[in-house]
Nanobody
């Protein structure tokens, strides 16, 4: 089994900063793309940022130039540094990882979600 464990998040005033991290552990051969998705109440889950294991990243339009995604391939951990936060960034942030286990089986995994709330 493979598990994703998220940490970070919380409550911050508008204009502030927060950081999230997500570590994959367990039966892992390769971790491919990792990323973060966000879901606000009554909306769909949208891409915030993603990063491949060679460091190529992409961002949702609303977070470009404010958020930075990075990863540690040795620790199988992805990080999201969020700055200049806005109330519309509020939501449940889910970690994502594409993982191949030692028997060659590919899984798409999701974390349990961590809440980010930005006050105005």
């Amino acid at each position: 089994q493979v598990h994703l464990v998220e940490s970070g998040g919380g409550l911050v005033q508008g204009g502030g900063s927060l950081s999230l991290s997500c570590a994959a552990s367990g039966d892992i051969l390769i971790v491919g793309a990792m990323g973060w998705y966000r879901q606000a109440p009554g909306t769909q889950r949208d891409l915030v940022a993603s990063i491949t294991n060679d460091g190529s990243s992409k961002y949702g339009d609303s977070v470009k130039n404010r958020f930075i995604i990075s990863r540690d391939n040795v620790a199988n951990t992805v990080f999201l540094q969020m700055t200049s936060l806005k109330p519309e960034d509020t939501g449940l942030y889910y970690c994502y990882a594409g993982v191949v286990n030692r028997t060659g089986y590919f899984q798409e995994l999701w974390g349990q979600g961590t809440q980010v709330t930005v006050s105005s």
